[in-house]
């Protein structure tokens, strides 16, 4: 008896934590779909269904990647960040832990973006990366929800890619006792937000806008499934595929979306099949 008391009140202090977390999604989801879905439908660039296929596949990994990949970073993060406080010279780690935040903030943004663009390139070129990467690909229709669709081990890749160069610049500092360091969340908040826009239904090209900042005209042809895939990693910044050389930006939208990978069409399938299948 007394031990299933214990029990119970240990599932209760587990339980309540990510009871909040699930609510603070929820709220947020309903945030973002009040912007998007009459945007949506305003301004559409395909005509789609609101609930179109694997709508709800989707709305899974909308939770499932807020929740998971936070856990699972935790502990590479602060090891790494351990690790990089050793390697990188002193002068380097005060010079810019002592930048006005501002400039801290605009530096990780660029940094991070940086590695966010090799890790997204990686997961396209290396074949192994690949199979988690491919579910991201596997929508056929594209819309703001299509940001959530992705593998948590993917996102878990690509953004300890992103995290690294600014944990070795000096740019987020290991955590202090309970504290987040503001600069790592600044980013990762900006490109999550940012995700939900570039994949929007929304026929915007916005002119030059679109070779300064990653938009959806930019990231749907990420998305193509022509002859011109393997372009515009960016997640934010344009700037980092015309520096690498997979810059593409042509007049018109792209004529179809997805990958000839093929890709399992249930959660639970396209989450364990990269592990085991080639
Ligand atoms: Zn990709
Ligand atoms: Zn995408």
Redesign the pocket.
């Known amino acids: 008896m007394e031990t299933l008391l214990q029990l119970e009140r240990h599932l209760r202090l587990v339980a309540r934590p990510v009871a909040l977390d699930v609510l603070r999604l929820g709220i947020w989801l309903l945030l973002i779909l009040i912007v998007f879905v009459p945007l949506e439908r305003l301004f559409s660039l395909h005509p789609q269904r609101v609930f179109r296929k694997s709508f709800g596949v989707d709305l899974a990994y909308y939770f499932l990647n807020n929740l998971l990949p936070k856990a699972m970073l935790a502990a590479p993060i602060a090891l790494v960040a351990w690790a990089l406080r050793h390697a990188v010279p002193g002068a380097v780690l005060t010079w810019t832990a002592e930048l006005p935040l501002p400039l801290r903030l605009l530096a990780a943004l660029v940094v991070g973006e940086l590695g966010f663009y090799w890790g997204?390139r990686w997961?396209?070129e290396s074949p192994f990366l690949w199979r988690f990467?491919a579910v991201?690909?596997s929508a056929e229709q594209i819309d703001w929800l299509v940001n959530t669709r992705a593998h948590p081990l993917d996102i878990v890749f690509v953004r300890l890619c992103g995290f690294i160069p600014m944990y070795a610049l000096g740019l987020a500092q290991p955590l202090k006792g309970q504290a987040l360091d503001p600069v790592p969340l600044f980013v990762m908040l900006t490109a999550t937000f940012w995700g939900f826009f570039v994949h929007a239904n929304l026929r915007w090209r916005l002119g030059w806008l679109s070779h300064l900042v990653s938009t959806p005209f930019f990231h749907h042809w990420?998305h193509t499934n022509d002859e011109h895939t393997d372009k515009n990693?960016a997640s934010m910044l344009p700037c980092m595929d015309w520096l690498f050389g997979t810059w593409y930006l042509p007049r018109q939208w792209p004529p179809r979306y997805g990958t000839d990978t093929p890709v399992a069409e249930g959660l639970a399938a396209q989450l364990a099949n990269p592990l085991w299948k080639a």
């Open positions: 997204h997961t396209h990467h991201h690909h990420h990693y």
